[in-house]
């Protein structure tokens, strides 16, 4: 199974923070990664699960507009800031099928954290915003790091 997690791209700065959502920049941020892995064919979940933050969902929104992609999107829990990784560490274990997971800081490095080395602390991963981070189930416990883009690097 493949997973590819993917911080937020961007967001504009105002209150409420579940209400932030996607700067100018951010959009132009996804819809670069989006073309990067179009062209690689690098990318191919078979759902996109997003947090219940605004900029989480618009991201996942922007990715799919501009690739051509037909998959089922889903909100789901336990993949804000704030949550413990392990919980939904819980719920990858039983899947089977390529998931996208469009989540926040610093929940995404402590969930890559965790998968590949086994705890969520210390974070050894670095997740800039917009960036996707590609893992693959090795199996047992274990990820391994298939790879990882920045949008930043791609401009």
Known sequence: ????????AEAVDT??????ALSTRGRHQTAVLAH?????KAFR????????LLRAKETAQVLLHELPLAVPVKEVPNITPEDDPREIAQVLADMTHPLALVGHEPHL???ASLLVA??????????????????????????????????DLLT
Do not use: C, N
């Open 109 to 111: 490095s402590a969930l």
């Open 45 to 52: 979940p078979a759902q996109v699960w997003h947090s219940p």
């Open 36 to 40: 990067f892995l179009q062209r690689t």
């Open 118 to 151: 086994g705890t969520p602390q210390p974070v050894l991963f670095a997740m800039k915003k917009g960036a996707t981070l590609a893992l693959e189930y090795g199996g047992g416990a274990r990820w391994v790091v298939r790879w990882h883009v920045e949008p």
């Open 15 to 20: 209150y409420p923070d579940h209400s932030r």
């Open 1 to 8: 199974m493949l997973l590819y997690l993917i911080r937020h």
